[in-house]
């Protein structure tokens, strides 16, 4: 399919490249179509990436793997909520996270509190607000540089 997106321009994107979110993005119920779009030279994804909606096509979030930022990133996720998703394994399980980009890029930082998990099986998904003390704001400047993010 043919996409016009405000930050990419014309795009195609195959079927098989299509995210659904089940229940949209936190604060964008109705937008539950979704592609990623990054670098394709950078095979390890470790830079941000972009969760393109496919349903408004002016929309784009910055996303990340947390993992980059914060090495020992294991959310505790609620089985019920996984169980939406389908038959999750290590294997199938892609875990990213939202960027927050200020005017300041010191202040730029990951949401740890509501991660995007998507079984890369049937390329389903849901952003899920986890128990805990994660932070909504981890900051990527002083996690990068030695500080403990928070």
């Known amino acids: 399919m043919q996409v016009k ?3 990419f321009g014309e795009i195609e994107i195959s079927d098989e490249k299509v995210i659904n979110l089940l229940h949209g993005l936190i604060g ?3 937008m539950k179509r979704y592609t990623l779009i990054f670098d ?6 470790g830079n941000i990436m972009w969760l393109q909606s496919l349903d408004e096509t002016d929309f784009a979030m910055p996303v990340m793997l947390p993992h980059v930022v914060k090495p ?3 959310p505790a ?3 019920d909520s996984l169980s939406q998703l389908g038959n999750l394994t290590d294997e199938n399980t892609y875990l990213l996270v939202t960027v927050r980009v ?3 890029p010191k202040e730029a930082s990951i949401n740890l509190k509501a991660p995007i998990i998507i079984n890369t099986d049937t390329n389903v998904g849901d952003q899920i607000i986890i128990d805990g003390d994660e932070p909504v704001r981890f ?3 002083d996690a990068l540089h030695g500080k403990d993010g928070e």
């Not at 394709?40 to 994804?45: F, G, H, R, V």
């Open 40 to 45: 394709e030279e950078k095979k390890d994804k």
């Open 28 to 30: 964008f119920p109705d």
């Open 5 to 7: 997106t405000r930050l």
């Open 102 to 104: 200020p005017k300041n």
């Open 72 to 74: 020992d990133y294991a």
């Open 77 to 79: 996720l609620n089985a």
């Open 139 to 141: 900051l990527i400047h």
